[in-house]
């Protein structure tokens, strides 16, 4: 069973605060992705990395950075924290292989900033 | 630009019946296109997958067709049951691997 974990269910903020959401995998696959979720607007990747220390922006990744120091894990860092970034953040994973990847998804941060 | 289009308005039906959910796509060239179904406070889980050269693909009640020409797909669901409710998602891979999600469908099975 594949697992991958996000440390918190659900967080809540204050504005300003530095922010770490971290995701584990022990599948042992590439890619891992950070998108966040909010109604109406879907599923919008923020970052990915398909190697450790390697990272892409996505298309919306003003206000976070990423950290994958070790192939299992990678964190999304929220600067400094404003309302407008309260939303379900998922992480993801695949094997980063083409054809027959399917995206293995955690159950998600609920992040409130207030 | 791309887009992947899925219906904004939810799909009520009946037990029993059929559910088709409507995939679009504009300005990709994807290798595959994957389904996913979300439950409300839950990541995606993957349903299927259909590659650029199958037209359709079945896994026991779900059926997903492929149309590179049309640039769609259609995802369907026999024999719907109330557990069925969810929403649904589209993925396409954008060239670099990447899956891209279209905001998805939510369908409503009542009993």
């Known amino acids: 069973d594949v697992k991958v974990t996000q440390s918190s269910r659900y967080l809540v903020k204050r504005t300003g605060e530095k922010v770490f959401l971290e995701c584990v995998q022990d599948m042992d696959h590439e890619n891992m992705f950070w998108y966040r979720q909010d109604p109406g607007l879907g599923l919008r990747l923020i970052y990915f990395s398909y190697d450790v220390k390697m990272k892409e922006k996505g298309d919306i990744p003003e206000g976070y950075s990423v950290s994958r120091e070790k192939k299992e894990r990678f964190s999304l860092i929220l600067e400094s924290a404003s309302t407008n970034q309260t939303s379900m953040y998922l992480c993801?994973?695949?094997?980063?292989?083409?054809?027959?990847?399917?995206?293995?998804f955690g159950q998600g941060t609920r992040l409130t900033v207030v | 630009s791309q887009k992947i289009e899925q219906n904004s308005e939810a799909l009520n039906i009946q037990e029993g019946k059929t559910a088709t959910l409507t995939c679009n796509y504009t300005n990709y060239s994807p290798a595959y296109l994957q389904w996913y179904r979300q439950d409300p406070g839950r990541g995606p889980v993957f349903l299927l997958l259909?590659?650029?050269?199958?037209k359709e693909k079945r896994k026991e009640r779900l059926k997903v067709t492929f149309d590179t020409t049309l640039k769609q797909s259609l995802f369907h669901i026999t024999a719907s049951q109330p557990a069925d409710s969810a929403t649904y998602l589209c993925a396409l891979e954008s060239g670099s691997y990447i899956p891209t999600f279209g905001r998805g469908t939510s369908l409503i099975v009542h009993p």
């Open positions: 993801a994973i695949d094997r980063g292989q083409g054809e027959d990847t399917e995206a293995f």
């Open positions: 259909i590659r650029e050269n199958e």
